[in-house]
T-cell receptor, first 112, second 111 residues
Framework: QKEVEQNSGPLSVPEGAIASLNCTYSDRGSQSFFWYRQYSGKSPELIMFIYSNGDKEDGRFTAQLNKASQYVSLLIRDSQPSDSATYLCAVGPSGGSYIPTFGRGTSLIVHP | SQTIHQWPATLVQPVGSPLSLECTVEGTSNPNLYWYRQAAGRGLQLLFYSVGIGQISSEVPQNLSASRPQDRQFILSSKKLLLSDSGFYLC??????????FGDGTRLSIL
């Protein structure tokens, strides 16, 4: 059974701080990793994705992969109250499957 | 660019009534299509997925069914809704090894 684990939170950070979100995965063969943001009552929105060949930075967001320890992280710099949401980590499959495995999400609260 | 449409946005149905939720994708061909359900405060539960017209795989045995009558159309149905069918239903699409993209979702309440 492939698993993706996330701390449910809430993770509370002050405005302007760096928010660090992590998830661990069990499938050592996974090659693709996705981060989604989900506001309350809305559908998940893709914000970052990386492959096993390296980290990625996009504006205030950085996604990092540690393959040896099997965890992926999302850093949000200069956190804003509008970043308050649930962040879902998804890990792409290995082998013949094509269905990603989702974590349950981490709730982030950025307080002014 | 690709877009995914899902409707209706909200639905209130009595127990025992039928259900039909529709999802369409534009701007791509032969997408992988998915139906998820998300209960309040819970994670995403994969219900069905499809890799082509008429090809449906079920992840969870229940009173729901799915169909894919056209390449970019995915339908979720039920003949008789249960109280436990309440939730937020999400349609998604992707290509192999690419991220999934979600529709706006349907919030279903069963009375």
């Amino acid at each position: 059974q492939k698993e993706v684990e996330q701390n449910s939170g809430p993770l509370s950070v002050p405005e302007g701080a760096i928010a660090s979100l992590n998830c661990t995965y069990s499938d050592r063969g996974s090659q693709s990793f996705f981060w989604y943001r989900q506001y309350s009552g809305k559908s998940p929105e893709l914000i970052m994705f990386i492959y096993s060949n390296g980290d990625k930075e996009d504006g205030r967001f950085t996604a990092q992969l540690n393959k040896a320890s099997q965890y992926v992280s999302l850093l949000i710099r200069d956190s804003q109250p509008s970043d308050s949401a649930t962040y879902l980590c998804a890990v792409g499959p290995s082998g013949g499957s094509y269905i990603p495995t989702f974590g349950r999400g981490t709730s982030l609260i950025v307080h002014p | 660019s690709q877009t995914i449409h899902q409707w209706p946005a909200t639905l209130v149905q009595p127990v025992g009534s039928p259900l039909s939720l529709e999802c369409t994708v534009e701007g791509t061909s032969n997408p992988n299509l998915y139906w998820y359900r998300q209960a309040a405060g819970r994670g995403l539960q994969l219900l069905f997925y499809s890799v082509g017209i008429g090809q449906i795989s079920s992840e969870v045995p229940q009173n729901l069914s799915a169909s894919r009558p056209q390449d970019r159309q995915f339908i979720l149905s039920s003949k008789k809704l249960l109280l436990s069918d309440s939730g937020f239903y999400l349609c998604a699409w992707n290509r192999v090894n690419q991220p999934q993209h979600f529709g706006d979702g349907t919030r279903l309440s069963i009375l």
